[in-house]
């Protein structure tokens, strides 16, 4: 069975350009989730997808980031413009969800960003 | 104060050695969730628990809900198992800041 697929895997761009980062779940898993991990902390909840739903977005910065998930598949994430705290790694993970059920995640290798 | 706290953040141990690794939070959860990361960044899963004890191979996770605490366990330990182990509590989803094992021969 594949894995979570996550592209690019580096990326390296200015403050104050964009970016967007692309996840493919496992086939089949319902519930998508994007993190951002920065260096030598735990990840950190960005945006939950049930199907092509949000259910929790609260800790997204919506100034200028934003995600979707088009037909409840594929996902990406978009930075509009890019500071320099941003730089960290970013992690799309999925599980096959449900409501009220909390089933264990798979991650995928993450998109490393540098804004320099 | 974190809602999720994890002790140690550095440990070191001898190949052999059995480890133990520690997570406390402060909120109510259904459930918590062991992941291992690898240099380089690849997390996996090694345990979603909300009771009692599971164990997997040279792994074991206990969880005590009254007490908001759980351990993992690595007995015989392998430089392998060198990695961060974080704890994620569900459904905030509100991870650790992750313990960083290294074990050597």
């Known amino acids: 069975e594949a894995g979570v697929a996550q592209s690019p895997r580096y990326k390296i761009i200015e403050k104050r350009q964009s970016v967007a980062f692309w996840c493919n779940p496992i086939?089949?898993?319902?519930?998508l989730y994007w993190y951002q991990q920065i260096l030598g902390q735990g990840p950190k909840l960005l945006i939950q997808?049930?199907?092509?739903?949000?259910?929790?977005d609260s800790q997204l910065p919506k100034d200028r980031f934003s995600a979707e998930r088009l037909k409840g598949v594929d996902s990406t994430l978009k930075i509009q413009p890019a500071k320099l705290e941003d730089s960290a790694v970013y992690l799309c993970a999925s599980s096959l969800g449900g409501s009220g059920s909390y089933n264990e995640q798979f991650f995928g290798p993450g998109t490393r960003l540098t804004v320099l | 104060k974190n809602e999720v706290e994890q002790s140690p953040q550095n440990l070191t141990a001898q190949e052999g050695e059995f480890i133990t690794i520690n997570c406390s939070y402060s909120?109510?959860?259904?459930?918590l969730h062991w992941l291992q990361q690898h240099p380089g960044g690849g997390i996996v899963s090694l345990f979603m628990l909300s009771s009692g004890k599971k164990k997997h191979g040279r792994l074991i996770a206990t969880i005590n809900i009254q007490e908001k605490h759980s351990s993992l366990h690595i007995t015989a330990s392998h430089p392998r198992d060198s990695a961060v182990y974080i704890c994620a509590v569900l459904p905030q989803l509100i991870f650790g800041t992750g313990t960083r094992l290294q074990v050597f021969p």
């Open positions: 909120v109510g959860i259904s459930a």
């Open positions: 997808f049930q199907n092509n739903g949000v259910v929790d």
């Open positions: 086939s089949g898993h319902a519930t």
